[in-house]
């Protein structure tokens, strides 16, 4: 039997830490890029090695502890199912899931994105938390038009809408607001900060596909209250988003009130 999960230090940042307000940089036009991670095959060495250095990113960028700290802010309830859109290979939801499965237990979780890298060690971390997995390898648009209304108790997503222009980002946060009660997502930060570091990573020995996806994601990233603006005008929904921490952009959508479930 594997032992319980090694103990992390994680600083759970909540609405009362302070922000980066005063840096948000609007006169820097958000543009989409292709990125090269999308377009290699699962199993090129430049591809895996990316998907590593993405692990470290999450790390730097603090992104567990925020992912966290948003759905503290959200006071969800012990959930039965818990989605993470363009999850890669599984491994940042693992890491949360050793978190939440504290407190929250026999989640079942999907893991959906187009490419299926998820190893077995990692369905395995799963497995030793109680906690089921479903690796579902589909376009996310595919999969969200394709499951029930209110199927689903959280959405995650985590350096993944980034990806997408405003028209198609609206249809996917619509999508995604008539299938669950709560969605966070911490998305690269916007800003001369964040641009400025990704333009270093070649120095922490990040990969050149990396290096790439990193600038691209950036300038695709977001600032002020934009996803806000994307999401459903709706009143049952209560909405933050703030910059956190010196390069991620968080946003959190809590569906307050009554809400029928599939
Ligand atoms: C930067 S990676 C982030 C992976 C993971 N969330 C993490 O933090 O390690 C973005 C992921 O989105 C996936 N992706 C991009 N567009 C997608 C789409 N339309 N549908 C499903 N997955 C998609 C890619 O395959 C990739 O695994």
Not at 62 to 71: D, E, P, S, V
Not at 122 to 140: K, Q, Y
Not at 172 to 188: D, K, Q
Request: proline share 5%; with cysteine; charged share 25%.
């Amino acid at each position: 039997m594997p032992g319980p999960p090694p103990r992390q230090r994680i600083r759970i940042k909540t609405e009362d830490d302070d922000d980066n307000e005063d840096e948000h940089d609007f006169t820097m036009e958000r543009t989409i890029k292709a990125e090269l991670l999308d377009e290699l095959p699962a199993d090129d060495p430049c591809a895996m090695g990316s998907r590593r250095d993405i692990h470290r990113l999450n790390f730097l960028m603090g992104n567990l502890g925020t992912l966290l700290g948003l759905m503290h802010t959200a006071r969800l309830p012990q959930p039965r199912r818990l989605v993470e859109l363009g999850a890669g290979d599984g491994r940042f939801m693992l890491r949360l899931a050793r978190y939440l499965s504290r407190r929250w237990k026999s989640v079942e979780v999907l893991l959906v994105d187009r490419k299926n890298v998820v190893t077995t060690e990692t369905r395995g971390g799963f497995a030793a938390l109680g906690w089921s997995v479903d690796v579902v390898t589909a376009d996310v648009f595919d999969w969200l038009r394709e499951s029930s209304p209110h199927s689903v108790d959280a959405i995650v997503a985590n350096l993944f809408l980034h990806h997408f222009p405003a028209p198609q980002l609206s249809e996917l946060l619509r999508l995604a607001a008539a299938r669950t009660r709560m969605f966070a997502a911490c998305e690269p930060w916007r800003s001369r900060t964040a641009l400025a570091f990704s333009r270093t990573l070649r120095f922490i020995g990040c990969n050149a596909v990396t290096c790439h996806d990193a600038v691209a994601s950036v300038r695709a990233g977001f600032a002020g209250r934009e996803l806000s603006a994307l999401w459903p005008k709706d009143n049952h929904w209560q909405l933050r988003e703030r910059s956190a921490r010196l390069f991620t952009h968080a946003f959190v959508a809590e569906h307050v009130g009554e809400r029928p479930y599939a």
